[in-house]
């Protein structure tokens, strides 16, 4: 079981796109059932922040907009290696930050908010003329364009090439990242460990 957690408020809300960016394939095997179910998935709010569509795209990005508030999912027991996946598909256009969510739980018929957890959720850091000024929405998602996301999909090309990358370097020992993700600023040790554990 991994030590991470993170907040998403997109397309890795849905565990389709989550299992298939960490475990290679949106459908389970028996590995990677016993993976997903070291994974706890709790509804969570993240305040002082807004969720737009980027333009032209079926993703959304999150910026920092005081008394605005984003609901999504947080997600614990992610290991190192699903990070890794993950920085690769979130790509240049976000950063990953650390932020405090909010547990949103049932108290009787309604949903309130709960603890306060520390996590990270990548951050929209493209110029602003990417973002339309309009909410981004789930359900939309899931019921319009989920099937666009189906595990052939070019979004996930860049994450597979850095597994195989990181396979290929256990040979030889070098970063295949290009000091990109969780390698910019890991020991050489735990670069090891982490391209271990990511294939």
């Given at each position: 079981?991994?030590?991470?957690?993170?907040?998403?408020?997109?397309?890795?809300?849905?565990?389709?796109?989550?299992?298939?960016?960490?475990?290679?394939?949106?459908?389970?095997?028996?590995?990677?059932?016993?993976?997903?179910?070291?994974?706890?998935?709790?509804?969570?709010?993240?305040?002082?922040?807004?969720?737009?569509k980027v333009l032209g795209d079926d993703y959304?990005?999150?910026?920092?907009?005081?008394?605005?508030?984003?609901?999504?999912?947080?997600?614990?027991?992610?290991?190192?290696?699903?990070?890794?996946?993950?920085?690769?598909?979130?790509?240049?256009?976000?950063?990953?930050?650390?932020?405090?969510?909010?547990?949103?739980?049932?108290?009787?018929?309604?949903?309130?908010?709960?603890?306060?957890?520390?996590?990270?959720?990548?951050?929209?850091?493209?110029?602003?003329?990417?973002?339309?000024?309009?909410?981004?929405?789930?359900?939309?998602?899931?019921?319009?364009?989920?099937?666009?996301?189906?595990?052939?999909?070019?979004?996930?090309?860049?994450?597979?090439?850095?597994?195989?990358?990181?396979?290929?370097?256990?040979?030889d020992g070098h970063d295949p990242t290009g000091?990109?993700?969780?390698?910019?600023?890991?020991?050489?040790?735990?670069?090891?460990?982490?391209?271990?554990?990511?294939?």
């Open positions: 079981m991994g030590d991470n957690s993170a907040f998403f408020y997109g397309t890795l809300m849905a565990r389709e796109v989550l299992y298939r960016v960490i475990y290679g394939d949106e459908r389970l095997t028996p590995v990677t059932t016993i993976l997903a179910g070291n994974l706890t998935r709790t509804p969570a709010i993240l305040h002082n922040h807004c969720r737009h959304p990005g999150v910026v920092p907009e005081v008394g605005h508030s984003v609901r999504g999912v947080y997600v614990t027991g992610l290991s190192d290696a699903d990070m890794f996946r993950l920085d690769i598909f979130e790509g240049d256009e976000y950063t990953r930050e650390k932020v405090k969510v909010k547990l949103l739980v049932q108290d009787g018929e309604k949903e309130v908010e709960g603890e306060e957890r520390q996590s990270e959720t990548y951050i929209f850091t493209a110029p602003e003329a990417r973002l339309e000024k309009t909410e981004w929405d789930y359900e939309e998602f899931r019921r319009e364009k989920l099937w666009r996301w189906a595990s052939t999909n070019e979004e996930y090309e860049e994450v597979d090439a850095a597994v195989s990358a990181a396979a290929a370097a256990k040979k000091g990109r993700g969780i390698f910019a600023a890991a020991p050489k040790k735990e670069q090891e460990e982490t391209l271990e554990s990511a294939v």
